[in-house]
T-cell receptor, first 116, second 112 residues
Framework: SQTIHQWPATLVQPVGSPLSLECTVE??????LYWYRQAAGRGLQLLFY??????ISSEVPQNLSASRPQDRQFILSSKKLLLSDSGFYLC???????????????FGEGSRLTVL | GENVEQHPSTLSVQEGDSAVIKCTYS??????FPWYKQELGKRPQLIID?????GEKKDQRIAVTLNKTAKHFSLHITETQPEDSAVYFC???????????FGKGTHLIIQP
């Protein structure tokens, strides 16, 4: 069966420090991968998605970047964090079968980032 | 792009009563409509979904209805229980690589 892991689960970072969140998927190949952010008490905002290695699409211009160095690895980064980057970051994947996106999105456990 | 509106933002019901959450979407090409449940501090979990070739789908105490003409869909929870308390998100997708567009969520509170 497929599983998705992301880490770290919690981190507290000072303003201006770098960030790296990592996500890996097991049990599937060539998934679509996503990074969402959820501010406190708010909805889910799509930040980036990737349909393959090295292919990144950005949905919202911001202080963050994403990379996909391997088929089942997705990384969210920042060179200098802002206070507004605080939130709950969720990695997700969806299966592609016979070239068709199934639509079903499965989330990782989430990474809670507090920027002070 | 797609826009999904969700109402109400907060819903409080007595235990045992029914709860209904409604969503509307803007893109007539959307064909997949899932619902997610998110407990406090946890990840959203898919609880039920419906595709545009179906008008209604039921799974035990939860059901989803879809009206493609009016571009709205609803989540129905019957015989609510304390463990139903959570934030519920609706979403829509036209099947593209950019995944789901989510509503802003409904905080469902089950009163004992």
């Amino acid at each position: 069966s497929q599983t998705i892991h992301q880490w770290p689960a919690t981190l507290v970072q000072p303003v201006g420090s770098p960030l790296s969140l990592e996500c890996t998927v097991e049990g599937t190949s060539n998934p679509n991968l996503y990074w969402y952010r959820q501010a406190a008490g708010r909805g889910l905002q799509l930040l980036f998605y990737s349909v393959g290695i090295g292919q990144i699409s950005s949905e919202v211009p911001q202080n963050l970047s994403a990379s996909r160095p391997q088929d089942r690895q997705f990384i969210l980064s920042s060179k200098k964090l802002l206070l507004s980057d605080s939130g709950f970051y969720l990695c997700a994947w969806t299966a592609v079968r016979a070239g068709v996106y199934t639509g079903e999105l499965f989330f990782g456990e989430g990474s809670r980032l507090t920027v002070l | 792009g797609e826009n999904v509106e969700q109402h109400p933002s907060t819903l409080s019901v007595q235990e045992g009563d029914s709860a209904v959450i409604k969503c509307t979407y803007s893109d007539s090409a959307s064909n997949y409509f899932p619902w997610y449940k998110q407990e406090l501090g946890k990840r959203p979990q898919l609880i039920i979904d419906i595709r545009s070739n179906v008008g209604e789908k039921k799974d035990q105490r939860i059901a989803v209805t879809l009206n493609k003409t009016a571009k709205h869909f609803s989540l129905h929870i019957t015989e609510t229980q304390p463990e139903d308390s959570a934030v519920y998100f609706c979403a829509a997708s036209e099947g593209g690589a950019d995944g789901l567009t989510f509503g802003k969520g409904t905080h469902l509170i089950i009163q004992p």
